[in-house]
């Protein structure tokens, strides 16, 4: 996975220096057809060489994601200061953890507390559950199943 990362990065180079436009969508524009030239290329059925292929549009989905989640959470924090009449549920949530690893964990609870009206507050000593305190917490089963199937879900797609 690596070589084909670092031969997408090549390519892209390449493509930038052949061009001679130094500018970020020439850079983009780049690196998207060098991972098409790749994906052309290989026809290996190895599967760690077909994982680069499968990551990339999940990893660009995910970015994605977490930019439109940061807005909405920016524009309903910004609201609630603006408005006078406060909306505001706070309230410190439970979530169960499917991740496991330090790092699947880490990366969650630092998506979590970048995400405005949220904050990583602890993690169970057995890893299990992730406590979370909210700005709205309206129903704390929707709360839960938007990070199970938002953040969590989709960051263990990348990751596993």
Do not use: C
């Not at 999940?58 to 200061?81: C, D, G, P, R, T």
């Not at 969650?108 to 602890?122: E, F, K, V, Y």
């Not at 993690?123 to 299990?128: E, H, L």
Request: net charge neutral; glycine share 4%.
């Amino acid at each position: 996975m690596k070589t084909k990362f670092l031969s997408n990065i090549l390519l892209t180079l390449i493509w930038v220096f052949l061009t001679g436009g130094y500018e970020f969508n020439n850079f983009l524009f780049g690196f998207v057809l060098s991972f098409i030239i790749l994906w052309i290329l290989s026809n290996n059925d190895n599967n760690s060489e077909k994982k680069y292929f499968k990551i990339i549009p999940k990893l660009i989905s995910f970015v994605l994601f977490f930019l439109w989640e940061m807005i909405k959470a920016n524009i309903q924090v910004a609201y609630e200061v603006i408005t006078p009449p406060h909306n505001m549920k706070p309230g410190i949530v439970s979530l169960p953890l499917d991740a496991k690893t330090d790092l699947e964990i880490t990366l969650l609870a630092n998506l979590i507390t970048l995400t405005p009206g949220t904050l990583s507050l602890d993690v169970s000593t057995d890893r299990s559950v992730l406590y979370i305190h909210s700005m709205y917490v309206f129903d704390r089963e929707d709360f839960i199943n938007d990070i199970k199937n938002g953040f969590e879900k989709r960051l263990l797609e990348i990751l596993r």
